[in-house]
């Protein structure tokens, strides 16, 4: 999008950096919370969350995610957001952005791990974003605008989704003008305000903050080149399980890199995969849960030995697996689809209706996510505590589409 370009821009002019001395940040406070609420913001986050989903293609690596979401903690930690509770996407677009939503959403493309040339460089684009969040500054333009309704904010949030699922830059700038009305001055305001306080976060995390500069030079060169319309790569992994197995059998990697990084969990994770991508199933499986005993719980190792049991056919010891996951995941949309397609297999048909339901709710698709609880209710003739749930979410459901447009 547009205004990741110009962000940087903002930041480097001379002109801007030395009005910005002079500008103290407005305090937020009653005022601004009167206007909308921290609780209004997460639920309209939230809804925002599921028709990303809905509209977008997610990436769906475990390495990639894991490594994305501890290092947005980690400079979140640095910056001024009050509540420190993160939902990160990383969607499937090989062009150079991220943004961020109210509720503590962040969502960061694919193409920001390829263009960004090392980690303060990424670092710097995730300390602005978060400071879009610190600033609060979509409630902010809710309470400058004179219709200060929860309606207005949803029309930003919906043309972000708009934008990033069609990836059309112009329909995020088109949803901002309705809101401030052509006073574009005010958002210029805030990526300014952003940019300093992303500064000041890139600085507190301990990275170097010239870096932020050399990032803009990538972003300015990818526009010299490409223009807008930057040439769309297959980014699905930082490297390919068929890439890595490749550079196994030639390079005798996982050697060389066990002897190298010894203690590098990403390193051994990714052999693991390798191993079990390869066919090697025993093989992996061993080594996977020599790699779960240092660390217990972690997710792309369990993940990974999740995946040798279905590829073994053991989808009950896969399924338990997969539900232990969940249990800190219950919204990742990939991993619900995965464990119903375990339970299907398993014929743990109850099991699945309730996890396909999660899986089609969280995706946006609420009308079928009802059908499927139907479907659960009934099978649960039997289990009264089960269906008394079931009949909780339905009613929940039934609720909420008679809320929002049908189709």
């Not at 139907?374 to 505590?385: C, G, P, T």
């Not at 039934?398 to 929002?404: R, V």
Request: proline share 2%.
């Amino acid at each position: 999008m547009k205004k990741i370009f110009y962000l940087f821009y903002l930041f480097l002019s001379s002109n801007i950096i030395s009005q910005e001395n002079s500008i103290e940040l407005p305090l937020i406070g009653d005022r601004l919370s009167g206007a909308v609420s921290e609780t209004e913001e997460e639920i309209l986050g939230r809804q925002f969350l599921r028709d990303l989903k809905r509209e977008t293609d997610i990436l769906y690596d475990p390495i990639i995610q894991e490594w994305t979401e501890l290092f947005v903690y980690k400079i979140g930690e640095s910056s001024k957001v009050n509540k420190k509770t993160f939902e990160i996407l990383v969607i499937e677009d090989n062009r150079l952005n991220a943004f961020a939503a109210p509720g503590g959403v962040i969502g960061i493309n694919a193409g920001l791990f390829k263009h960004a040339d090392n980690e303060a460089q990424f670092a710097s684009v995730v300390a602005h974003e978060l400071a879009h969040l610190s600033q609060r500054h979509f409630a902010r333009q809710i309470l400058e605008n004179s219709d200060r309704s929860n309606a207005n904010m949803a029309t930003i949030l919906a043309s972000i989704v708009v934008a990033v699922a069609s990836r059309n830059p112009a329909a995020l700038i088109g949803g901002q003008g309705l809101l401030v009305n052509q006073r574009l001055r005010f958002s210029r305001l805030y990526e300014s305000e952003a940019d300093r306080e992303g500064f000041i976060t890139l600085e507190k995390s301990g990275y170097k903050t010239s870096e932020m500069s050399e990032m803009f030079k990538n972003m300015q060169e990818i526009r010299r080149l490409s223009g807008d319309n930057i040439p769309e790569f297959l980014l699905t992994h930082m490297l390919s399980p068929e890439s890595r197995l490749i550079s196994c059998i030639f390079l005798n990697i996982s050697d060389i890199s066990e002897v190298l990084y010894p203690d590098n969990l990403i390193i051994k994770t990714t052999i693991a995969e390798t191993l079990t991508e390869s066919g090697n199933i025993n093989r992996s499986k061993s080594y996977t849960e020599e790699l779960l005993d240092i660390s217990l719980g972690n997710y792309p190792i369990s993940f990974n030995l999740a995946k040798t049991y279905i590829l073994e056919g053991d989808y009950i010891a896969a399924e338990q697996i997969l539900e232990d996951i969940k249990f800190y995941r219950p919204v990742d949309i990939n991993l619900l689809k995965l464990l119903g397609e375990v339970q299907q297999k398993s014929n743990n048909m109850l099991s699945f209706h309730l996890t396909n339901s999660e899986y089609l709710f969280y995706s946006g698709r609420y009308e079928e996510a009802l059908a499927d609880l139907y479907q659960a209710r009934r099978l649960a003739v039997n289990n009264f505590k089960i269906k008394e749930i079931i009949t909780e979410r339905i009613v929940f459901l039934q609720k909420y589409l008679g809320k929002i447009p049908r189709g």
